[in-house]
């Protein structure tokens, strides 16, 4: 019998053969420009998931994921460029960075609820945006850093870098793939189960003994890991950090793919970051003025799907089994003795 569960496993399936196929399916179809399109889709997909853990599962909405991803760019390009660090320590250093700084922030963020605590968090965004704007010596303010990529992989005579298009395309999709996994594991998790009780009725979460602060503050900082791999990853990517990265529109961003996709689902930032990013690279081609396509599509999303398009699918894909179903349930009822 055919259920959504089903359903739902062999799209992934078919997404994941997709994915895995992209760098040389890709170029044969269209331009080979979007294969970097896609990694960069992924990246982003993985900061607005950050954003899905607060919001869609611990019931916190964050408009300053944004430090966290410019403390993971930074981290990787002032280690490189200044530290001269090779490329695993400097990732290390920008992943620890952004959960130091979540972790900092979070102890008075997450005292607070609802729009206290995205209030709190655009606060926070911006008392670093503007000290990284300011101390240009080391940050390099709206110029940013740039950096040279050192090998990820440098074995004996194997030499693997970034500057190999298709092996940082894989490595890119390995790294997201692996914390998308950890979500997941995360989600099915007891402390999963404590997170989302949080987020339905936070007063009842603590008369059954649950620490609400607590837990609240662990999410937080495993937003911060989230958001700070992904900045690491656009480091690399672009070879390059800035100031501008920190800012909150950037974290509003985040918020909206992820809302349109669809916040307490795995994949709904993924779908989010896509439908936009697609949209802007298409419009943006055509017509300066992209923005405006993309705030009706949001718009649009809103309205119609609101539980965002992954949300939107699963009714879709529950009402049609349904649908199939009702005939043999009614040849069975007939045929009952």
């Not at 044969?28 to 607005?48: D, P, R, T, Y």
């Not at 979500?183 to 099915?188: C, D, K, N, P, S």
């Not at 909206?256 to 989010?272: C, K, S």
Request: aromatic residues 16%; contains cysteine; hydrophobic residues 60%.
């Amino acid at each position: 019998m055919i259920t959504p569960h089903i359903i739902s496993r062999a799209m992934l399936i078919a997404f994941v053969a997709f994915l895995i196929a992209a760098p040389w399916l890709i170029p044969a179809i269209l331009n080979g420009f979007w294969v970097s399109v896609i990694a960069e889709i992924m990246i982003w997909s993985l900061f607005a998931a950050s954003v899905n853990l607060l919001f869609g599962y611990v019931g916190l909405l964050s408009f300053g994921q944004a430090l966290y991803f410019g403390f993971g760019m930074y981290g990787v390009a002032i280690g490189i460029a200044d530290l001269h660090l090779s490329f695993w320590p400097a990732f290390g250093l920008g992943i620890v960075a952004a959960m130091a700084m979540a972790l900092l922030t979070g102890i008075f963020a997450v005292r607070l609820t609802w729009h206290y605590f995205a209030i709190i968090t655009v606060v926070f965004s911006l008392i670093f945006y503007f000290l990284a704007l300011t101390n240009k010596w080391l940050t390099g303010g709206d110029d940013g850093i740039n950096f040279t990529l050192p090998p990820t992989f440098n074995i004996g005579g194997f030499r693997k870098s970034f500057t190999d298009a298709t092996f940082q395309y894989f490595f890119i999709l390995a790294t997201v793939a692996l914390c998308f996994w950890l979500m997941q594991r995360l989600i099915a998790s007891p402390l999963g189960k404590a997170l989302v009780a949080i987020r339905d009725n936070d007063v009842r979460a603590s008369l059954i003994g649950l620490n609400v602060y607590l837990l609240r503050l662990i999410a937080f900082v495993m937003a911060g890991f989230l958001a700070g791999v992904a900045g690491a990853l656009f480091a690399f990517f672009g070879r390059y950090a800035s100031a501008s990265y920190m800012f909150y529109h950037v974290s509003g961003e985040a918020v909206v793919w992820a809302i349109v996709g669809g916040t307490g689902t795995l994949l709904g930032p993924l779908v989010g970051t896509t439908l936009f990013i697609v949209v802007r690279e298409i419009v943006s081609t055509h017509w300066e003025h992209h923005s405006l396509i993309v705030g009706a599509v949001a718009i649009l999303a809103v309205i119609f799907a609101p539980k965002g398009v992954v949300g939107l699918w699963n009714d879709w894909i529950a009402r049609l089994v349904e649908r199939g179903q009702a005939p043999s349930d009614a040849v069975e009822l007939r045929t009952d003795p």
